[in-house]
């Protein structure tokens, strides 16, 4: 058995005991190697490292690459303008000027000329990259946050899957005994042999 799960979501009329606080769950990890499944509430799902870890996609992770990369521009850019003042101010007075300077052009180009004289050409330019910058790291963010909603493969801690093997040796050794004890006495009621023993069904997948 491998420590893959899979998070599903059963029908309200399945919802089976949480396996940390015991409340009622309709969300349940299975295990296609196992076959092996356990419900839980979704809230433990998160932040929880005692009990799960996320497996993300190879997606997820480069794009998390992707949003520390452009962070790291982020904060230099940052830090740059910062010396000159705080930046989101001083971008707003660079864009602010730009605009006014668009609209005299054409009425008094003379007027436009010496207002622009005081920010250089290069400011500009580093100040236009910076937004830039600031807009390409929300789209990342937003993009890596959808994917993290979107994961639903799990891994179970070690002490958590060392348990659920055990259980599922335990599992199949009463398994084994019905069988024996079916084959032994072949005068027993098998309805009586079932109560003895209990068998688990296997989770049907409700709507996600
Ligand atoms: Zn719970």
Redesign the pocket.
Known sequence: MINEYIARKVALKDMQP?V??S?P?TTVLYNASGPDWLY??D??LQDNPQFVMPVYSTEYNEALVQLKLVKEKLDRLASAQNQLGSWDGWVTKIFSKKGKQQKNDSKNPDLAATESDDISPEARNDAEVLLETQKRYSKILDNVTELQKKNRKYELTKIMFESRILRKKAEQLNCERYRKEQENYSNTDPEELLRKHSFPSVPKQGKQ
């Open positions: 949480c940390i606080c409340k769950a839980t509430c809230i433990h």
